[in-house]
Structures are given as structure tokens and as C-alpha cells.
């Protein structure tokens, strides 16, 4: 089965859950949720497989947990796909 990585730069405590757009390599996710106890990276799993038409449960973190710059893991999704709803990454810094 197909996967996808992206980079991801996450604001949690934001004033809702949106996906901002690429800033830089990363695509940048909001999500109103603190990050405690892993919510804001359930939220921005589910954020995340909404806009890409998966379950909740195809899409995790790999790294970064507790970081804002995450690794996150979409399955059942090519780089393709993932081009075509977000766009392509920004080679500019920001």
C-alpha cells in the first residue's frame, strides 16, 4: 500500500483547526487544541485525513511528537495526491 510523508508545522491554540497552506517545505496546520497529552496531534491527524479523504486511522505522526515541526505519515496516500490538494511545497523560505 502507498504512503506519504509530509512535513508539517503545526500552531496549536489556534482559533480553529484549518490547514493553512505550505510555508516553506512544511504545510502549515492549526488546530484550537493544546498540545496536551497528544490532542493537538489527534487533531492534526484528523485534520489532515479530512482533506485527503482517508480514515482518521491512516494518518499518524512519525516524528516530532512533541514538537511543532512533525513528520506525519498519510496511508493510502501518493505524493501525488497530496500535491494535488495542497498544492506544491514553496521552495522559498517562507
Known sequence: MSSA?????????????????WRGGELSVRVTVAPEGGKANAAVCKVLAKALGVPKSAVRVLRGDTSRHKQ??????????VRQTFGEPDARLF
Do not use: F, W, Y
Open 5 to 21: 510523508l509530509i512535513a508539517v508545522h503545526v500552531t496549536p491554540k489556534s482559533n480553529r483547526d484549518e490547514i493553512r497552506g
Open 72 to 81: 506525519v505519515e498519510a496511508v493510502g496516500v501518493t505524493d501525488a495526491h
